[in-house]
C-alpha cells in the first residue's frame, strides 16, 4: 500500500516537473528584465543595433481591446527587430495596486498607463515620470501639435508635459430610443427635464437607469459631473488639490443629494452595491432600463451589442441653479507616462509616437471604436456616426471635470468612493459624508505640511 | 445487536435526509458551475437556474486559452518545485535536530518551531521590500522561496515527531558497515519516513496551490500568475463574459477534485496527521 | 555514530537560513518600517515616530476590522468547531458509519478547491438578481430572508463568513473524525449497558475524549479568523463601504493602494500582536502547549 502510494506521489511529481519544462521556457523570459532580443539574422541593417528591451503596462486586457495593443506592439517590433517589447495588460481596478507595486521595482515599465490628474501626479512628484515636454516640443512642436488640447493638458503639471494621450474618453448617458419614442420622451437638456423622463418610466414600471456600484467608481462619476456643476470652478479646483483642499463649500452637500435623490426615488435598478458596471450594462442592452451612464470608449461595445442604430445619447443634464461652469464634461484623456528609470528613453518615446501616428490613431478609431485624441483622425478613419457625434459633443464642451477619485489625493478618495455606498445604503447622510471628507483632506493637509 | 426500533428508523431517516441536504448544498453550487460554464451570457442574465439550449463548449476553450493554460502550468511548477524544497530542507533539518546534540540545538529548535507562528500576512509588504533588492521580484522564484521558508518550521516539526519514533537500530547497523552520516540520511532514514514524507508533500502542496496573497503582491506578468491570483485576473478580464469566466473556474476546480479523489486517503491521512491547515 | 558535529551543521544550514532571511528577518523590518511615511515607488522616507501606531487608535476601519476578525472568530468556532463535531459524531455512529466515506469525501470537497474559485462563485450565487441563494430560499418558502447579501453593509461580513464556513467545516469535521476513531468502542458498549446511547454518550464519553482535538480546531479557526485576506479581499474588497474590512484587507489596501506602507506596516505589527496573545492564550489553555498534532 504505502509503497503504491509513493510510486503514485514520485510519479505525479515527476509528471509535474516534466509538464512544466514547456512553460518554464517562456515563463522565465519576462522575468529577466534584460533578456536581450534575439536580431533575426534578416534584418542585417539593424544587427549593430543593440538590443533594446521595453516594458509597456496598459490597462486593457479585455479580450475586446487587448488585441489591438498587441498587433501594436507585434508591429512595432517588426518595424524595430532589435526591440523587444513585453506588454502587460491590468484591468481597471488591479491596476491601481499594480502601478503602485511595480514601479518600485526593477521591473518597472518603460512605458505605463496612469490617469490624468493627481493620480499621475502623485507618480510625478516622486520623481519616476520622465518629463516629455523637450520630445513635445521638438522641431517647433510637430508632435505636439497633433494632440487635442484636452488630451494634454490633463497631463501637465508645474507648466510641463508629463503624460500622452491615447484617447480622450466622457461620460454620457445614452438611451434607448425606442423605449424613449414609446413615451414620448425626448433627450433631456436640464436637470429637472431629466427627473421627469426619469420619473415617466418610473411610473410606467420601467428601470429609468441602470446602475452598477459594486466598485464605487461607478458613483463616483456621477458626483464628479454634479461636483462640476454645483460647486464654482475655482473653489472645486483648490478643494481637489490636496494641498489646500477643504471641501466646504455647501454645493458638495447639494450634489451628493441630487445624486441620492435618483436613488431614492427609485430611478437606478435594485441592488446598486451588489451590482457591476457590466452586470446593469447588460441588462441596459437587453431593454430591462431606459438610460446609462457610460463612457464614450463604451460606444463599440454598445453598436456590437445592440447594433449601431436605436441608441441615442445625451452630456448630464444642466443644472440651471449650480453655481459651477455650465458646459462641462466629464471625462478624460486616457495616456501613457515614461518612466524617469527608463534604460532606453528614446525608444519608449518614439514607441508612443509610433502608437500615436495618423495610422495608429485611424486604427484605433477603425477596429476598437476609441475616440483618438490625435487631431483630424476621426475625419481621417471614416468614422461611425455614434463615434463622431459622441466627438463633436467633446469639441463643443467648454471643458472637462476629470474623474473624481483619479483627480484627488488617493487618501482622500479612498474615504470619499467606500462613503458612497454608504451613501447609498442610506447609513449616512450626505453631510455625514462630505464632514468625512472635510477629515480626511485636512489630514492629508496636515500631514504634507 | 439490537433489532433497530421503528423510533431508530424514523431517527436515521431523518439524519440521513439532514446529511443529504447538507451534502448537496455543497454539491449544487458545483454542478451549477459546470453546467453555466456551458450557457451563453444572455441565458445566464435571463435565467441563472436554467440548463444550457445549446451546449457552448467554446466558454472552456476561450477560458483555457485566455489564461486559464499559463496559470495552470504556473501553479503546476511553482507548487512543484517548492513542494520539493520544502521537504529536502525540512527533512535534513529535523534529521540535523533529532540526531545532533550540540549546545545550541535547543535554542535552534525553538527557532525554527516559533516559525509555525509567525503569519506570512504580517510580512508581506517587508517581504514584498526583501524581493526586490534581491531581484527576485515577478519571477516564479519569488513565489517558491517564501512559500518554502514559510512551510519549513511546520513540515520539520512533522517529521521531527516521525523521526525521533524511529528504531535506531538501523541506523547503528548502517553506521557499523561504514555509511557516512549523510549515507544514512539518505539511505535508512528517508526510506523508513516515506510515509510522513508524502504526508508533509501533500500538506505543503495543498497550502501552495491555493496561497493568493503572495501571488498578488509578487509577480507582475499576467505569464506567470498563478491560478488563484490568474483567476482574480480573469474576472477583471472578462468582465462582459460571466459564462466564460465560470468556464474558468470550473477548470480550475475540477483538476484539484480530481486529484482530491484520487488520493483523498492519504490526504485525509496527512491532515490529521497535521492538524493544521494554512 | 553522529559525531562529525561540525559538518553535521551542513543539514541545518539550508532550511534555518532559508527560515532566517524569509521568515524571521522581514518581520524585524515590519517593525522598522512602522516607523516611516513611505510607499512603494518613492525613494522618499521619513521617520516619523509612534505616529504611525497612534493612528491605529484613532482610526475607525481598525476598529471595523478587529470587530469583523472577532466576529470571524466567533462564529467559525460555533459552525466549524460546534457542526463539525456533531457531524463527526453523527458519521460516527454506527448507524451511519455505512455512509461515513459518501459525506466525508463531499463535505471535505470545498477545501481543496482555492478560495479564488469559491470566492467568484458564490459572488455570482449570491447577487440578488442573477444569483440562486434568494432564489432558493423563496423555494422552501423562506423568500422574507433574502437579502442582497453582498450589497449591504449589515449583511456583507456575515455572507463573506458564511461561505468560509461552507468551505471549511468539512476540514474540521474530518479531524474530529479522526480523533473519534482512537476512541475504544468498548467505552461506547460499556456505556450502552449503563443505559447511555446517542445524545448521552456523545456528551459523556465523545466530548470529553476529543477534548484536545476540540482545542487543536479552535486555535486553528481562531488564528485564521484574525488572518483572513482572501476571503474578503475576493468577495467584496471590504465595501460596501468599509464594513467587511478586516485587519489584512485593510493592511493591503493602505500599503498597495493609497500609498501609506508605514501605516501598513503598523497594521501589520497590530496584527502581530493580537496573533501573539491568541498564541500565549493557546499554549496557557494547553498547559504545555503540546496540543497540536494527533500523530
Not at chain 1, 21 to 29: E, L, N, Q, R, V
Not at chain 1, 175 to 194: K, M, Q, R, S, V
Not at chain 2, 1 to 12: R, V
Request: with cysteine; aromatic share 14%; glycine share 8%.
Amino acid at each position: 500500500m504505502k509503497k503504491k502510494f509513493i510510486a503514485i506521489i514520485a510519479g505525479i511529481l515527476m509528471l509535474l516537473l516534466f509538464a512544466t519544462c514547456g512553460t518554464a521556457a517562456p515563463a522565465t523570459d519576462p522575468s529577466g528584465a534584460g533578456a536581450p532580443a534575439q536580431t533575426p539574422p534578416a534584418a542585417a541593417a539593424d544587427a549593430e543595433q543593440e538590443p533594446i528591451t521595453l516594458r509597456f503596462l496598459h490597462k486593457w486586457p479585455e479580450p475586446e481591446f487587448r488585441p489591438w495593443f498587441d498587433a501594436l506592439v507585434e508591429s512595432y517590433m517588426e518595424l524595430n527587430p532589435h526591440v523587444t517589447i513585453i506588454a502587460e495588460a491590468a484591468g481597471d481596478d488591479p491596476i491601481k495596486d499594480l502601478l503602485r507595486i511595480v514601479i518600485g521595482t526593477d521591473q518597472q515599465p518603460d512605458v505605463f498607463f496612469a490617469w490624468s490628474g493627481e493620480f499621475a501626479n502623485n507618480f510625478v512628484r516622486a520623481g519616476v515620470v520622465l518629463d516629455l515636454t523637450p520630445h513635445l516640443d521638438a522641431d517647433g512642436g510637430a508632435w505636439r501639435n497633433t494632440f487635442m488640447r484636452a488630451g494634454l493638458e490633463p497631463y501637465e503639471m508645474d507648466g510641463r508635459n508629463w503624460g500622452i494621450p491615447i484617447r480622450v474618453n466622457s461620460k454620457v448617458f445614452v438611451y434607448n430610443e425606442a423605449l424613449f419614442a414609446e413615451h414620448g420622451l425626448t433627450a433631456p437638456e436640464t436637470w429637472d427635464e431629466f427627473l421627469y423622463v426619469a420619473q415617466t418610466f418610473r411610473d410606467a414600471g420601467i428601470t429609468p437607469i441602470g446602475f452598477g456600484n459594486a466598485s464605487p467608481w461607478a458613483a463616483c462619476h456621477y458626483i464628479t459631473g454634479l461636483n462640476q456643476k454645483m460647486v464654482p470652478h475655482d473653489v472645486r479646483l483648490v478643494d481637489y488639490y490636496f494641498m489646500t483642499g477643504e471641501f466646504t463649500h455647501p454645493g458638495y452637500v447639494a450634489a451628493h443629494d441630487m445624486f441620492l435623490e435618483l436613488h431614492d426615488l427609485g430611478f437606478f435598478n435594485p441592488y446598486v452595491n451588489s451590482t457591476t458596471h457590466s452586470m446593469a450594462r447588460e441588462a441596459w442592452f437587453m431593454g430591462e432600463s431606459a438610460m446609462f451612464y457610460l463612457s464614450l470608449g463604451e460606444f463599440r461595445t454598445i453598436a456590437a451589442e445592440i447594433g449601431p442604430d436605436g441608441w441615442g445619447f445625451f452630456p448630464m443634464p444642466e443644472i440651471p441653479w449650480g453655481e459651477g461652469r455650465p458646459n462641462y464634461l466629464v471625462g478624460a484623456p486616457d495616456g501613457f507616462l515614461v518612466s524617469a528609470f527608463s534604460q532606453h528613453p528614446e525608444q519608449a518615446i518614439d514607441f508612443l509616437q509610433y502608437m500615436t501616428n495618423m495610422e495608429n490613431a485611424v486604427s484605433l478609431i477603425q477596429e476598437i471604436g476609441w475616440p483618438s485624441a490625435v487631431i483630424g483622425a476621426v475625419e481621417a478613419a471614416d468614422a461611425p456616426d455614434w463615434l463622431i457625434a459622441g466627438v463633436n459633443n467633446l469639441a463643443e464642451a467648454d471643458g472637462m471635470a476629470l474623474w473624481l477619485d483619479t483627480d484627488i489625493h488617493i487618501r482622500i478618495a479612498d474615504v470619499w468612493l467606500p462613503g458612497l455606498q454608504e451613501l447609498l445604503e442610506g447609513t449616512i447622510t450626505s453631510e455625514e459624508l462630505m464632514q468625512r471628507v472635510q477629515a480626511i483632506a485636512q489630514e492629508v493637509r496636515a500631514t504634507y505640511e | 445487536m439490537k433489532k433497530i426500533s421503528p423510533a431508530a428508523l424514523i431517527i436515521k431517516i431523518v439524519v440521513l435526509t439532514l446529511l443529504f441536504i447538507y451534502a448537496l448544498t455543497i454539491i449544487y453550487p458545483l454542478i451549477w458551475m459546470v453546467i453555466q460554464g456551458f450557457r451563453t451570457n444572455r441565458e445566464f442574465f435571463s435565467d441563472t437556474w436554467g440548463m444550457p439550449q445549446v451546449w457552448v463548449y467554446q466558454n472552456y476553450i476561450d477560458a483555457w486559452n485566455f489564461g486559464i493554460r499559463t496559470y495552470f502550468m504556473n501553479s503546476v511548477f511553482v507548487t512543484a518545485t517548492s513542494v520539493v524544497l520544502t521537504v529536502i530542507t525540512s527533512s535534513l533539518l529535523a534529521f540535523f535536530l533529532t540526531r545532533y546534540s550540540f549546545k545550541i540545538s535547543k535554542l535552534l529548535l525553538v527557532f525554527v518551531l516559533g516559525g509555525m507562528m509567525l503569519s506570512p500576512q504580517i510580512s508581506v509588504i517587508s517581504l514584498f521590500q526583501l524581493l526586490q533588492t534581491m531581484n527576485l521580484y515577478n519571477t516564479h522564484w519569488a513565489l517558491i522561496i517564501p512559500y518554502v521558508a514559510f512551510r519549513i518550521p511546520f513540515i520539520t516539526f512533522l517529521m521531527r515527531g516521525y523521526f525521533l519514533g524511529m528504531p535506531r537500530e538501523i541506523e547503528e547497523a548502517a553506521f557499523i558497515d561504514g555509511c557516512s552520516s549523510f549515507g544514512i540520511f539518505l539511505r535508512v532514514v528517508l526510506p523508513i519516513a516515506r510515509p510522513i514524507i508524502a504526508t508533509s508533500a501533500l500538506l505543503a502542496a495543498m497550502t501552495f496551490w491555493n496561497e493568493f496573497m503572495f501571488g498578488l503582491v509578487f509577480i507582475e506578468s499576467d505569464s506567470l500568475r498563478t491560478i488563484p491570483v490568474g483567476l482574480m485576473n480573469l474576472r477583471g478580464t472578462l468582465v462582459t463574459r460571466w459564462t466564460t469566466l465560470i468556464a474558468g473556474l470550473a477548470l480550475s476546480a475540477i483538476p484539484i477534485i480530481m486529484v482530491f479523489l484520487a488520493c483523498q486517503k492519504q490526504l485525509v491521512r496527512g491532515l490529521t496527521a497535521g492538524g493544521v491547515k494554512g | 555514530m553522529y559525531k562529525s558535529q561540525k559538518r553535521a551543521l551542513l543539514y541545518a544550514v539550508p532550511g534555518m537560513a532559508l527560515v532566517l532571511i524569509f521568515v524571521y528577518y522581514p518581520l524585524i523590518l515590519t517593525f522598522y518600517n512602522a516607523f516611516y511615511r513611505w510607499n512603494a515607488f518613492s525613494p522618499v522616507r521619513t521617520f516619523i515616530g509612534f505616529e504611525n501606531f497612534q493612528r491605529l487608535f484613532s482610526d475607525p476601519v481598525i476598529g471595523i476590522a478587529l470587530t469583523n476578525n472577532t466576529l470571524y472568530a466567533v462564529i467559525s468556532v460555533i459552525f466549524q468547531c460546534g457542526l463539525g463535531l456533531v457531524l463527526a459524531a453523527v458519521l460516527e455512529n454506527k448507524m451511519f458509519s455505512k455512509f461515513q466515506g459518501f459525506f466525508r469525501t463531499i463535505y471535505f470537497m470545498p477545501v481543496v478547491v482555492s478560495f479564488a474559485v469559491i470566492g467568484i462563485l458564490w459572488q455570482l450565487a449570491l447577487h440578488p438578481a442573477s444569483g440562486i441563494v434568494n432564489p432558493f430560499l423563496h423555494l422552501i418558502g423562506l423568500g422574507a430572508f433574502a437579502q442582497d447579501w453582498l450589497g449591504q453593509s449589515t449583511t456583507a461580513i456575515y455572507s463573506i463568513i458564511f461561505v468560509s464556513q461552507w468551505q471549511n467545516i468539512g476540514y474540521i469535521m474530518l479531524l474530529f473524525l479522526v480523533a473519534m476513531q482512537k476512541i475504544p468502542t468498548d467505552y461506547y458498549e460499556a456505556a450502552a449497558i449503563d443505559g447511555a446511547t446517542g445524545i448521552k454518550s456523545f456528551f459523556h464519553i465523545t466530548i470529553p475524549l476529543v477534548k484536545e482535538m476540540t482545542l487543536v480546531t479552535v486555535v486553528i479557526t481562531v488564528i485564521g479568523a484574525y488572518r483572513v485576506f482572501d476571503e474578503v479581499f475576493i468577495m467584496t474588497e471590504g465595501g460596501p463601504g468599509m464594513s467587511s474590512q478586516t485587519l489584512v484587507t485593510y493592511m493591503y489596501r493602505t500599503g498597495f493602494r493609497t500609498d501609506e506602507m508605514g501605516y501598513a506596516s503598523a497594521i501589520a505589527v497590530l496584527m502581530f500582536v493580537v496573533l501573539l496573545i491568541l498564541t500565549l492564550i493557546q499554549i496557557r489553555v494547553a498547559g504545555t502547549g503540546r496540543s497540536k498534532g494527533e500523530g
